[in-house]
Each structure stands twice: as C-alpha cells, then as structure tokens.
C-alpha cells in the first residue's frame, strides 16, 4: 500500500499519519510521520554584461547574458547603480534566448546586473555584488582649432605646419 503526494511547497511541514479502519472497530492510530522537503536551491546564475553602441537611431544599450542553470523556469533581471538599490527589471522565460538588452541607460554611469533563476517549487540564490558594465559617451567633437603654416626657422625654404586646439 502506497500514497504518492506529488503537491509539495518548499519549506512545509507536511504530517503524515496511517489510520486502519474497519467497520464496526473504532481505528487505531497506527503511526505518525512528519516531513518536511527541503529541495536545494537555484545556483546562482553566471552572468556577463557586454556594453552597446550608439546605433543608427542613436539607441544606447547594455546586452545581459547568462548561463542556463538546473531547475529555473525563468530568469528575474536585475540592476542597480553605485548608489541604488537592486531593480527588477524584466522576467525572460527558460525557454527563450538567454540574453536582456537594457536600453533604459545613461552613458558614463556604471551600472551592475544579476540574474536570478526562479522556479516554482523552489528559492534562488542570487549574486548580490552584480556584474559591472559602463557605457562611454560619445567624444565631444573638436570644434575649435587653430592651423598656421609658416616657415621652418631653420632657413631651409621648407614650410611648417602649427595645429591647435582645445582639450
């Protein structure tokens, strides 16, 4: 005789307890069990963020990458800056690319993410220090600069070029 329980929550205290019967007898507690199931969980997910470029619509973006790890369903995005707190952003399914693009960023701030791998029937450990990524903004153009041609002050004839500008 056998019963299968196949509805368990992680950190629940089921109790168990095997009662015969027959008619016309009062039951006798025969024993009692109790259980609690702990699975292990989630590793933490390996993660690699790979800045962007501004592309022809000058649309700034920081790429997030990760590795698949061992019962996640999905995958919680996370990010925070030097002085914030950690950010979910988005829920990327197991089944679909394992990659994020955030584009809601600002260049020359550095921003750290995490992923977390989550699953219904257990918790996720979680990288709580974050892989760093820093866009650069674009260099400014030089604007004012100053060109003079002369002649070599070693009498030689030959010309020389002056070029100035601002740092």
């Known amino acids: 005789m056998s019963?299968?329980?196949d509805d368990l929550e992680q950190g629940v205290d089921y109790y168990y307890t095997v009662t015969p019967v027959k008619a016309n007898k009062l039951p006798v507690k025969l024993s009692s069990e109790t259980i609690k199931w702990d699975f292990s969980?989630?590793?933490i997910?390996?993660?690699i963020a790979v800045p962007g470029y501004a592309n022809s619509e000058n649309l700034d973006r920081i790429d997030i990458y990760w590795e698949s790890v061992e019962a996640a369903e999905?995958?919680?995005?996370y990010r925070r800056t030097e002085d914030s707190?950690?950010?979910y952003l988005i829920t990327i399914p197991a089944d679909q690319d394992l990659m994020y693009s955030d584009t809601a960023i600002e260049t020359d701030v550095t921003y750290y993410y995490s992923v977390k791998g989550i699953s219904?029937?257990?918790?996720s450990l979680f990288d709580n220090v974050g892989v760093s990524a820093l866009l650069n903004g674009p260099?400014?153009?030089i604007t004012d600069m100053f060109v003079q041609l002369t002649n070599a002050s070693d009498g030689s004839g030959k010309?020389?070029?002056t070029l100035a500008w601002e740092k």
């Open 41 to 43: 969980p989630i590793e």
């Open 3 to 5: 019963f299968i329980d």
């Open 85 to 87: 707190e950690w950010m």
């Open 74 to 77: 999905g995958y919680e995005i």
């Open 120 to 123: 219904s029937d257990r918790e």
């Open 45 to 47: 997910v390996p993660v």
């Open 139 to 141: 260099i400014e153009e």
């Open 159 to 161: 010309k020389v070029v």
